[in-house]
């Protein structure tokens, strides 16, 4: 399975490939904004997305969209990581059509599982 984690701070994606690509064995491509990511998930075709929602530039919901007006990259399940952790703040993502929320901190030994989760119908 390979994952396109799109988070603009490089401890949070460096925590996310090891405990994705160790624990979880899936292959992990890495982009620091959410250009960076729209482009690799034309080029790369992830079988899902970790996208981070607080970003300069381009935050996580901007990159949403961009990505579901592209047909090459619509149909690619994403899951939002966020700190924003209130209720409405959740089912907002949710409402956008996100397949899932997973709160900052999260455990790096449970992240593979809990996306995992997510993503099985």
Known sequence: ??????DDEEDVRFVVRLSLARVGDM???????????IALAQSDR???ILLDMMMPAMDGASTYR??????????????FLTAKSTAPEVQ?????G????????FDPMTLAADI???LTP
């Open 98 to 105: 996100a397949r899932g929320v997973i709160l900052k901190p």
């Open 116 to 118: 995992k989760a997510i």
């Open 46 to 48: 992830p079988d899902f």
């Open 27 to 37: 292959t992990v491509v890495e982009a620091a904004s959410g250009a960076e990511g």
């Open 92 to 96: 907002r993502l949710k409402d956008l």
């Open 1 to 6: 399975m390979k994952v396109l984690v799109i």
């Open 66 to 79: 961009a990505l579901r007006a592209n047909s090459d990259t619509a149909s690619i399940p994403v899951v």
